[in-house]
């Protein structure tokens, strides 16, 4: 599995394994797959927000067409 962050799994949300809709459902809250515990630095400040997330895929869809 790759991630943008490293860090270690402190937890796996195992009903999200076994009900799988959930995470389309309530991917905000309880849908969530896992907990990271993360070292201090910089790596969270480097990782998008949501709107940058968004503005690069319309990018990257545009790039296909």
Known sequence: M???ISGEV???N????EVPEIINDDPWSEGWLIKVEMPAGQEVDDLLTEEEYEEY???EELEEE
């Open 2 to 4: 790759t991630a943008p």
């Open 10 to 12: 402190v937890e796996v």
């Open 14 to 17: 195992y009903e999200a394994l």
């Open 57 to 59: 895929l319309s990018e």
